[in-house]
């Protein structure tokens, strides 16, 4: 059993030593209850419970602390993939709800997987999600002063690998901030989170860096081909330079090997092989 799991990225990491000391201990127990989670549950399972728990904390960019966009609006988005039956869900720019990633959960049953917008609420509403406003008062001060930087920059995500030797990956943000309404992450989509028997990846960064380089799919696929988890992930990452790509990436393979990595500092991570090591 392994789980990883990351919070984003974020540019305060080397000043403000308060927040980076909240960061790694909400890190170090979401990551322990995650592990705890595991011992009982699939992978599929325990990745949407972890990612839960890390919507749950404003700390992170994803669910209630989420970042307002241009308009003045939280939309979230969340994917899940389960790398047993590779099938992925997941739902895009939906406001007013707690945990994103439970609803692509509950979407893993249906023929339409992937969800955005209204139809996306709508079907949340019709399962029994309830309404929920998810700013912060810190969030509303950022927008007002229209911030280019945020303590909570970027997404969450998990990769878990259960006892039955399954993977899957979930991810889940609160977009960048003052984006047009409308912009699609990375974070619903296979170059953002993707998993299947060989291995899964969650990514953060800037999600059109993501998607142009198909980081999560690309690491898997090249994992499927072969390579080692740490050479697919190099390889996928190194691919970004010529345009200075931002990304970071969590991963586990079937066999065992776990690996992070990022072009840019400083993605926050926290992973539970029997012992836990968070992020310096």
Not at 83 to 93: A, E, M, P, W, Y
Request: proline share 2%; aromatic share 8%.
């Amino acid at each position: 059993m392994k789980l990883i799991i990351h919070g984003g990225f974020f540019s305060e990491s080397q000043t403000n030593q308060e927040v980076k000391q909240a960061k790694q201990n909400a890190l170090r127990e979401i990551v322990q209850a995650g592990y705890k989670y595991l011992e009982t549950h699939n992978a599929l399972e325990t990745a949407v419970y972890t990612v839960s728990l890390l919507e749950d904390c404003d700390l992170f960019n994803a669910g209630t602390g989420s970042q307002i966009q241009s308009d003045g609006k939280i939309r979230l988005s969340a994917s899940l993939m389960d790398g047993k039956t590779q099938r992925f869900s997941g739902v895009i720019n939906i406001e007013d709800v707690k945990n994103p990633i439970c609803i692509a959960e509950k979407l893993m049953a249906y023929d339409d997987r992937v969800l955005s917008g209204k139809g996306a609420l709508d079907f949340a509403r019709e399962n029994g999600v309830k309404y929920h406003n998810p700013e912060i008062p810190q969030r509303r001060k950022e927008y007002e002063k229209k911030l280019s930087d945020s303590i909570r920059l970027g997404t969450v995500g998990c990769v878990a690998l259960d006892v039955y030797g399954d993977i899957a990956a979930a991810t889940s943000t609160g977009g960048k901030g003052f984006e047009i309404p409308g912009r699609v992450s990375d974070s619903a989509t296979a170059a953002g989170n993707y998993a299947n028997a060989h291995a899964g990846v969650s990514c953060t960064g800037v999600g059109e860096d993501i998607v142009s380089g198909a980081i999560a799919t690309k690491i898997v696929t090249r994992v499927s081909d072969g390579f080692s988890l740490h050479s697919a992930s190099d390889k996928t990452l190194d691919e970004l330079k010529p345009y200075n790509g931002f990304a970071g990436i969590i991963a586990i393979a079937a066999n065992g090997d776990i690996y992070h990595d990022d072009t840019h500092p400083y993605m926050v991570w926290a992973l539970h092989d029997g012992e836990v090591e968070v992020f310096e």
